[in-house]
DNA sequence: AAAATGATCCTT
DNA sequence: AGGATCATTTTC
């Protein structure tokens, strides 16, 4: 287990490799409260501009208070963003300046503060506390107001943790953007393949 | 200016 | 299968 703190250098390639180099990696988060955290079990990489399922799909620039601004500077910054007016989704920026591109971490199987976790989701189920893009962030704590924060040193940040065998990584399309055409195909969603701890087990190869 | 639409979750 | 709930995007 190695506990370093994944530096700049990491995030500064493309989504794609970013989401699978994430799976078995260590997001933590030190709030008031406590310190929450998980091994990221599920990633999904949104590849920029030539990427239809993508924010920034089409974008050329940043442009006056958009909520993908903060994909168009470096990599290893949060993208976080409110989804059907009610939870809330957290990104891994990735590559570099100028190519608005990200990672959404969408399950981690419970490591620290599961207590604090299981209140914050009003549940007592380790099993649905963060199987989900919008049940980690409430399990964490992660809110609009961590829009943009530097993972390399803050209140989240991200660990090296262990390091997950192509065995036991598996591709596949991703979840609930039907609507991107060609695009929702891509094998863009990458899950450990025999965890218990994932948003669901829909597509599974 | 108004309507539609989600990178979701929970309950029925 | 359907509802919650609102910023962004699309349409009029």
Do not use: W
């Amino acid at each position: 287990m190695d506990d370093s703190v994944l530096e700049r250098e990491f995030y500064m390639e493309g989504a794609v490799a970013v989401a699978r180099k994430l799976l078995g990696k260590i997001l933590i988060l030190r709030s008031r409260e406590g310190e929450t955290s998980g091994m990221i079990t599920e990633t999904e990489a949104y590849a920029g501009r030539e990427d239809a399922a993508c924010h920034s799909y089409k974008r050329e620039s940043p442009s006056a208070g958009h909520r993908t601004n903060v994909m168009f500077g470096p990599g290893g910054h949060a993208y976080v963003y409110l989804i059907y007016g009610m939870h809330r989704c957290f990104n891994v920026v990735a590559n570099t300046p100028g190519l608005p591109e990200a990672v959404l971490v969408r399950a981690l199987e419970p490591r620290g503060g599961v207590e604090l976790m299981c209140s914050r989701r009003g549940t007592s189920k380790i099993g649905n506390l963060c199987g989900g893009p919008g049940k980690l962030c409430q399990a964490l704590d992660i809110t609009l107001a961590d829009y943009g924060a530097d993972l390399c040193g803050g209140r989240i940040f991200i660990t090296r943790g262990e390091d997950v065998p192509d065995g036991d990584a598996l591709a596949t399309r991703r979840i609930n953007v039907d609507y991107a055409g060609e695009a929702s195909g891509y094998p863009y969603r990458f899950v450990i393949r025999e965890s218990r701890f994932l948003s669901t087990r829909r597509y599974v190869v």
